[in-house]
């Protein structure tokens, strides 16, 4: 693109290197940005300026947080005896949304992938295995994606934690809600035939 | 959404101002920003802030620029005669970029639009009057869009302009390059039935 001015070249280049965001579509954030007043445009920087600056991630589970522990890890209402596992903390969002769970959580913060270079001392694994020794933890759920990385992550946790007294779960695979059989994929589709469920528990939801 | 933290609440209301960017875009935004070193983000952050408060706009043109006349108005190859009149800045930066045009430009900062409050006094419509009768001018071209607002913009600019010795033209409307006969709209479809050209001439582009 040809651009008429070097400080408006740079703001591009800049927001360009945001995930999902082109040449093109970062232009018309720029000039978006350029044609607010300047408080807005202060308050727009200073927004992610202070976030940076200031963020602190929980030091039990790793998840976002404005204090030393979040919200989750010191409110009474949640069961203290179930961790579920995450690779970040938009998935503990996500699953927050759905108002289906109330234990604690678990950030590893990426996925074992050797591709990428991401080995197990990356992750908050070791912080993991001392949570499940080191507190009264009866179960911990492996909430991680349905990929070869997810499953790496899964297999070496599973080795990892000493898995005597706790139950290990993983999420249920399947068919997705709103979802059509005939644009299943082979595997989910036959997975989901070896574990159906009898028909009264896929009501009690 | 449920934000464990006001400051990352803070930051993806803030993203999320922006045109086109939704809450979930924004949380992904931010969460990336948050996991760059902190010399990207104050990169990302004064860019932004230096863009806005450093840039000027040709005092000629309007058109976005770093010093006080664009880059266009001052150089000797271009056509001094003809005038493009156009939206928006980003209008500029698409012509150039076919390589077709080779005059100046008018930046109007927007569309005539009583439904949103804008009227020819918030334009810079009487600066390219005064452009159009203290400089020697042969053609204005109007490449403003195909809609309610262009329309009556170029209807208003044309009865205000001094017509007399300027030839006025406007883009030629008809069926876009790998357009398909059966999917154009009847008044495009019409419209370029009606203003065909001679073979020929549809050839020497």
Do not use: W
Request: a negative charge; hydrophobic letters at 35%; charged letters at 20%.
């Amino acid at each position: 693109m040809n651009f008429s001015s070097k400080l408006l070249e740079n703001a591009v280049t800049e927001f360009g290197k945001l995930p999902g965001i082109g040449q093109k579509t970062a232009l018309r954030l720029v000039l978006h940005l350029l044609n607010q007043e300047h408080s807005q445009v202060s308050k727009f920087t200073e927004s992610i300026t202070v976030l940076k600056n200031n963020i602190k991630f929980c030091k039990n589970c790793h998840h976002i947080s404005d204090a030393e522990l979040c919200e989750i890890c010191t409110s009474h209402k949640r069961d203290q005896s179930i961790i579920c596992v995450v690779e970040d903390s938009r998935d503990i969002m996500a699953i927050e949304n759905t108002h289906q769970y109330n234990g604690l959580y678990h950030v590893l913060n990426g996925l074992i992938s050797p591709m990428d270079g991401v080995g197990p001392a990356d992750l908050t694994i070791a912080q993991l295995v001392n949570r499940a020794e080191n507190t009264d933890v009866k179960e911990i759920i492996f909430a991680l994606s349905a990929t070869m990385e997810g499953d790496t992550t899964i297999f070496y946790l599973n080795k990892k934690l000493n898995t005597e007294n706790i139950k290990i779960s993983t999420l249920a695979r399947g068919i997705a809600f709103g979802g059509e059989i005939e644009y299943a994929d082979e595997l989910t589709l036959g997975r989901s035939i070896t574990t159906r469920v009898p028909y009264q528990n896929s009501l009690t939801k």
